[in-house]
């Protein structure tokens, strides 16, 4: 899983039906420290992520559908956790 | 998921059994700022209605393929849905500069025949 920051959302009109009523975050992938890493990723949200707030990101497809019990979605990426704080040496 | 720009289209003849019926686009993919970024990649048009010139977002890897009718067709990128808008969020860090204002915003800039005729088909 991957530490994100939200950064924005995709508003998108026409789209792959399994998309219906879900929202899309964007969001700045992050380093432990918390600095941003360079990419980005789009991803479904889960748990009502909001603006700014760090985020904990599932990238692997078969977990992300089984989180949002959409099997045969073409998602890959989900937000799934809410980052309180992150501690360790490299963390800031 | 990625944001990209549709910059053309691909007309393969002879392909693959399960890519009959797949329509290919050339995408290039963006950052965040709506900059190119990396390599243009092939994708299939999962939604049928992307088209040169639009902003769409495309899923990549195996995901890719689950966006198809049949989904064990050989397809690693896909795209899943036209944008309309991207929008920063109060708190968050994006830039609002460079991102584009919703598409019913500039009709004038993107009218065209095939555009006129899929917006005819929106809810």
Same mark, same amino acid.
């Given at each position: 899983m991957k530490?994100?920051?939200?950064v ?8 792959a039906?399994?998309f219906? $009523?879900?929202?899309?975050l ?5 380093? +432990?420290? /918390? *600095?941003p890493s360079g990419?980005?990723?789009? =991803?479904?949200?889960?748990?009502? *992520? !909001?603006? !700014? ?5 599932? #990238?692997? !497809?078969?977990s992300? @559908?089984?989180?949002?019990s959409?099997?045969? *979605?073409?998602?890959r990426?989900v937000v799934?956790?809410?980052? #309180?704080?992150?501690? /360790?040496e490299?963390?800031? | ?7 053309g289209t691909?007309?393969a003849?002879?392909?693959?059994? $399960?890519?009959e019926g ?6 290039q993919p963006?950052?965040?700022h709506? *900059?190119?970024?990396? $390599?243009?990649?092939?994708a299939a #048009? ?9 902003l769409?977002?495309?899923v =990549?890897? @195996?995901e890719?393929?689950?966006?198809m009718p049949n989904?064990?067709?050989p397809v #690693?990128?896909a795209?899943v849905g036209?944008v ?5 969020l109060?708190? !968050?860090?994006?830039s609002?500069?460079a991102?584009?204002p919703?598409?019913?915003?500039q +009709? =004038?800039? @993107? ?6 005729? @899929? ?5």
């Amino acid at each position: 899983m991957k530490l994100a920051r939200v950064v924005g959302t995709v508003v998108s009109t026409i789209k792959a039906p399994d998309f219906d $009523g879900r929202t899309l975050l964007l969001c700045d992938l992050l380093d +432990p420290s /918390g *600095a941003p890493s360079g990419g980005y990723t789009i =991803a479904v949200d889960s748990v009502g *992520a !909001g603006a !700014g707030e760090t985020v904990l990101l599932l #990238d692997e !497809g078969t977990s992300a @559908r089984q989180v949002l019990s959409a099997p045969g *979605a073409p998602i890959r990426t989900v937000v799934v956790g809410i980052v #309180d704080a992150v501690t /360790g040496e490299e963390a800031g | 998921m990625q944001l990209a720009r549709v910059i053309g289209t691909v007309v393969a003849t002879v392909k693959t059994p $399960g890519l009959e019926g797949v329509k290919l686009l050339v995408i290039q993919p963006l950052d965040r700022h709506l *900059a190119p970024v990396g $390599g243009q990649v092939v994708a299939a #048009d999962a939604i049928h209605m992307a088209g040169p010139g639009e902003l769409v977002y495309f899923v =990549a890897a @195996r995901e890719a393929a689950e966006a198809m009718p049949n989904r064990f067709v050989p397809v #690693d990128h896909a795209i899943v849905g036209i944008v309309d808008a991207v929008t920063p969020l109060a708190g !968050g860090e994006a830039s609002a500069a460079a991102e584009p204002p919703p598409a019913a915003a500039q +009709p =004038a800039s @993107r009218s065209g025949p095939p555009r006129k005729a @899929r917006q005819a088909t929106r809810p």
